[in-house]
């Protein structure tokens, strides 16, 4: 575990760099959102960053997240689902998370929209595509734009379930790549994203989940709405 004073410091460093990045691009610092990643991380760390001003945590495990979630029951923040969920964990993510950023499939989306509507919640959702050609990532195949076609069949009938709303799209490029090489696939996102709002106009598209550490900057300057940092601001994970 790291120390816990610094977090304060790093915290202000890094939206320090999300203003500066979004006055490059003509943006509103406003427009993006800070999804602070605590997957591995104790309690006590996410409690020094809530203490810090932290109020969206990104988390990837559903069952390590639900004891968090419970003992922070009483602090005013958002829990967001961020890493691929297999579908016999939805039930924790649609009772216990306000926003999944990466929902991949129609499978996992009927699924969802299934366990929502017992209490009769709806949950806002990010669809999740691989914008690169890695296999090993989640997300619809879209690094292709001439398949992009492919894609609406199930895109329709996800906007169709009651209990999911579709607020954007989610992506992660290739870990390999530097920033700059970064920026052709959050264009890429943006134009899968355009390509999608001229389909479907009477739909909200207008979240960009796109952008870790090593790469946040560049994504806010081709768009990002959140960007999801862990390490740079809550230190190494302890597991």
């Known amino acids: 575990m790291g120390n816990l004073s610094e977090i304060p410091q790093k915290l202000a460093s890094v939206n320090e760099k999300i203003s500066a ?59 967001h689902m961020i890493g691929h969920l297999q579908s016999r964990k939805a039930r924790l993510v649609s009772k216990h998370f306000q926003y999944m950023h990466s929902l991949d499939s129609l499978h996992l989306a009927e699924k969802l929209d299934k366990l929502l509507a017992e209490p009769g919640r709806v949950l806002p959702v990010l669809l999740e595509f691989n914008v690169g050609t890695e296999l090993s990532k989640s997300g619809w195949q879209a690094d292709n734009t001439e398949t992009w076609s492919d894609l609406l069949s199930d895109v329709e009938k996800i906007l169709s379930l009651p209990h999911l709303k579709v607020n ?7 870990l390999t790549v530097t920033p700059d090489e970064a920026r052709v696939y959050f264009k890429r996102l943006v134009g899968l994203r355009d390509y999608l709002r001229g389909r479907y106009p009477e739909q909200t598209w207008d979240e960009l989940s796109m952008g ?20 740079s601001i809550l230190g190494p994970r302890p597991l």
């Open 21 to 79: 990045a979004a006055k490059r691009a003509s943006r509103d610092p406003a427009q993006i959102k800070l999804v602070v990643v605590s997957k591995g991380q104790p309690v006590e760390v996410i409690q020094a960053a809530i203490e810090a001003g932290v109020r969206i945590f990104g988390e990837n495990y559903p069952e390590e997240s639900v004891a968090k979630i419970q003992s922070l029951a009483a602090e005013d923040i958002e829990w």
């Open 212 to 231: 870790t550490s090593s790469d946040f900057e560049v994504a806010i300057e081709e768009g990002a709405t959140f960007i999801r940092i862990g390490t």
């Open 168 to 174: 954007g799209l989610m992506s992660m490029p290739p």
